[in-house]
Every structure is written in structure tokens, then in C-alpha cells.
């Protein structure tokens, strides 16, 4: 399936990013490809915010009291859907394992890499979105295979339980499994990414409980990419400036007019592709030499 945009649309945000500092944080700014202000929106974020709000207006209301799953369950069936096309399968290859959670549970795992594949590999491991109730490796699979044919690598998508039916510590069981080599994450999963050392630790004062109760002198390279527009904005900012005062190093990435969530999006939002670009580049120059299977 095609691109929804064109290679002029790539082209643009690379090359009219600018690079600026924001209080004290060097800060990668990626325009709306087709131009616009800050503080604009996306023309693909409105459109879609757009339908969502006139679809709402259809949704039914019980007025009968409703169970936790009851009402998860309508905004998991809309966390599942994917909202990109398929634009990254060819020459990459798809297996599938388990990993034995500590109550013994399988957790199912994808794993990509191209079908003429080096040796020694970077590892990437990916953790969806979704508020920890929703979301699954489906929806970020074109993500995964998109990283895999721009870089040489490992890419691990891991389907682990969801709330409310699987209560804590299950949905950690799988990350603490698949720790070593390379971790990312979208969404509640950066979360979950910062909190799966507090297995063992559950003092909420404890520095592990949120990386902002640490200076974060003791991290890797990181890298941070959110939208202008997302809802946790603020709170991304002040991780990046917790990290940039440790002195770790550090890539923070804006994308202006797009909200949260984005890079599911691969083949509609040419901001997807881009993101999964960086990473690439990223990966590169930082953990190639580190991250190997």
C-alpha cells in the first residue's frame, strides 16, 4: 500500500528543522511539512480530531452503572484500531515467541529483522501504547518493520497483558524479561520503561517511582520525541530538562501541529516515517557499537 503524502513532504521537515534552544534544553524543532506557526495544527490532526469529535456525538450513553471492563472496553476497540497503512513489510521477516512471565503466563513477542540480515545486531525493544488498557503489537508493527529496514537491527514487540483484567506487576513481567540490549516506547510506556525497576521497590518516594525525584545523572544516551500539541508535552519538557542539567546526552525532538501519539501512523502522518528515521540515525550514532545479539 502507498505513502498518503509525498517524498516533498519528507524532504521539507528535514530541511527546514531548526535546532533552538529552550531553557537550557537543545530542542530539534520539525515543522508541518506543509509550513505553518507555532502552535498551529497538523492538517492531518485536525481532520481526524475532526471526525473523532462528530463520531462522539453518536456514541451511546447507558445510564446504568458500568463495570471497569464495560467501560474500557469501547475505547480499547478504538485504541486497537490502526490508523496507518502497510508500507514497510517487504524484506523483513516475522517470527513469533513466548516469554515465561514469573505466575508463568507466555507472553507472546514479535520479532523482525530483514531476510538478509547481518550479524551481531543492535536489539530494539518495543513496548506499545495505550494507557496500559488498550493498544497491541499490531498497531505498532509497521513501526517496528519501518526501524528494521532503515537500520540493520533486532526489533521486538512485545504483547504484554492489559488492565483491567491483569493487574500490576503482570503487564512488567515481559519488560523485566526482555531487559537487556535496547528499549523504547510510546505513550504509557515510556512509564513503564522508567518504572520497572520498582519490582522489588515499591516506596513511591523511592527515585525509581519517577524519574524526576533523581538529578538522572546515572543515564544512558537518551533520546525524547513528542508532538507540539500532546497532552503530556509539559511533562516530557521537564524530563528533558532534568536530563540536559545531568549532563546526559541527549536528542530532544518537537514535531509542530501534531498531538499525541503520532508514530503509529506510518504511511498517513509523514511525521511517522520521519520519527522512525531519527531513531534509526540515532541508534546509529549512540548504541550500534553497544547493542548487540
Known amino acids: 500500500m502507498k505513502r498518503k503524502y509525498s517524498n516533498a513532504l519528507l524532504d521539507a521537515m528535514k530541511n527546514n528543522a531548526k535546532e533552538v534552544d529552550v531553557k537550557g ?18 492538517p492531518r490532526v485536525y481532520k481526524s480530531m475532526k471526525t473523532a469529535a462528530f463520531m462522539m456525538k453518536f456514541m451511546p450513553k447507558s445510564k446504568k452503572p458500568k463495570t471497569v471492563l464495560e467501560q474500557v472496553l469501547p475505547l480499547r476497540k478504538m485504541f486497537n484500531t490502526y490508523k496507518g497503512t502497510y508500507i514497510a513489510d517487504e524484506g523483513v521477516k516475522t517470527e513469533k515467541f513466548n516469554v515465561p512471565s514469573a505466575d508463568g503466563y507466555q507472553v507472546p ?40 529496514q532503515k537500520l540493520d537491527c533486532v526489533a521486538f514487540n512485545v504483547d504484554y497483558r492489559l488492565c483491567p483484567e491483569n493487574h500490576y506487576p503482570a503487564p512488567l513481567d515481559a519488560t523485566l524479561n526482555l531487559m537487556s540490549g535496547m528499549m523504547g516506547g510510546d505513550a504509557s510506556q515510556g512509564n513503564m520503561l522508567d518504572n520497572i525497576y520498582l519490582q522489588g521497590n515499591l516506596n ?52 509542530r501541529g501534531m498531538g499525541h501519539g503520532f508514530a503509529d501512523q506510518i504511511g498517513v502522518a509523514p511525521q511517522a516515517e520521519d520519527c522512525m528515521g531519527e531513531i534509526a540515525e540515532y541508534m546509529k550514532e549512540n548504541l550500534l557499537k553497544e547493542c548487540t545479539i
Open 25 to 42: 534544553v537543545r530542542v530539534l524543532i520539525k515543522p508541518i511539512p506543509e509550513g505553518g506557526d507555532a502552535g498551529d495544527m497538523d
Open 109 to 148: 513477542v514479535r520479532v523482525y529483522t530483514r531476510e538478509n540480515r547481518s550479524e551481531n545486531l543492535p536489539m530494539f525493544v518495543y513496548y506499545h501504547g495505550g494507557g496500559f488498557f488498550g493498544g497491541g503489537p499490531d498497531i505498532v508493527e509497521q513501526m517496528c518493520k519501518l526501524l528494521v
Open 204 to 255: 513511591p518516594e523511592h527515585i525509581y517511582a519517577s524519574p524526576l525525584l533523581d538529578d538522572m545523572h546515572d543515564l544512558p544516551a537518551t533520546m525524547l520525541i513528542f508532538g507540539e500539541h500532546d497532552f503530556l508535552a509539559f511533562e516530557d519538557f521537564a524530563y528533558a530538562q532534568t536530563a540536559a542539567k545531568a549532563g546526559v546526552k541527549l536528542k530532544t525532538i518537537i514535531y
